[in-house]
T-cell receptor, first 111, second 111 residues
Framework: NAGVTQTPKFQVLKTGQSMTLQCAQDMNHNSMYWYRQDPGMGLRLIYYSASEGTTDKGEVPNGYNVSRLNKREFSLRLESAAPSQTSVYFC??????????FGPGTRLTVL | QKEVEQNSGPLSVPEGAIASLNCTYSDRGSQSFFWYRQYSGKSPELIMFIYSNGDKEDGRFTAQLNKASQYVSLLIRDSQPSDSATYLCAVLSGSARQLTFGSGTQLTVLP
């Protein structure tokens, strides 16, 4: 099992460009999450999906959209990237909104 | 006030010593408590979880929970240089069952 996978691993964007971060899990988990991690700020929840077909905002949703494509996949979209969105993005999944397992992360730089 | 507080460190201990990491939380309704380890440039990795008051041991790691005082701690016995990492405390609370993370404590084990 690969666990949680994320693509791409690294990305550089210019201000105003758009992109989609992809996440997939093969553990048959119901819940999936997107976090961002900034120095000194810890992990902050952007959006989550408690089950297939549902999505909800987390602590810092502004500037992002998500899609729970199916039970395995949960994508995060930046419609118009801003320098403040420079961060490391982690996807996570859990069986029943409890213990979470993380993907390897995407390092995003917005110039 | 942050909901989950950790000393940012850095905390340095000599090899073979006990490392003690502490975390306090503000939500008395919190249900589950997690410790993650994060090596530099890597994703968080689950070490332990604890649900009930008292101690829970797993190898060299012991998690301690005191709900009355709203703190949870992680003890690492016989610390090794490979334990050098940032340790994240996470608390599950609320009807939405979201994890809230502390900012992490950076631990260095000196050979």
């Amino acid at each position: 099992n690969a666990g949680v996978t994320q693509t791409p691993k690294f990305q550089v964007l210019k201000t105003g460009q758009s992109m989609t971060l992809q996440c997939a899990q093969d553990m048959n988990h119901n819940s999936m999450y997107w976090y961002r991690q900034d120095p000194g700020m810890g992990l902050r929840l952007i959006y989550y999906s408690a089950s297939e077909g549902t999505t909800d905002k987390g602590e810092v949703p502004n500037g992002y959209n998500v899609s729970r494509l199916n039970k395995r996949e949960f994508s995060l979209r930046l419609e118009s990237a801003a320098p403040s969105q420079t961060s490391v993005y982690f996807c996570a999944s859990s069986a029943n909104s409890d213990t979470q397992y993380f993907g390897p992360g995407t390092r995003l730089t917005v110039l | 006030q942050k909901e989950v507080e950790q000393n940012s460190g850095p905390l340095s201990v000599p090899e073979g010593a006990i490392a003690s990491l502490n975390c306090t939380y503000s939500d008395r309704g919190s249900q589950s408590f997690f410790w993650y380890r994060q090596y530099s440039g890597k994703s968080p990795e689950l070490i332990m979880f604890i649900y009930s008051n008292g101690d829970k041991e797993d190898g060299r790691f012991t998690a301690q929970l005191n709900k009355a005082s709203q703190y949870v701690s992680l003890l690492i016995r016989d610390s090794q240089p490979s334990d050098s990492a940032t340790y994240l405390c996470a608390v599950l609370s609320g009807s939405a069952r979201q994890l809230t993370f502390g900012s992490g404590t950076q631990l260095t084990v000196l050979p």
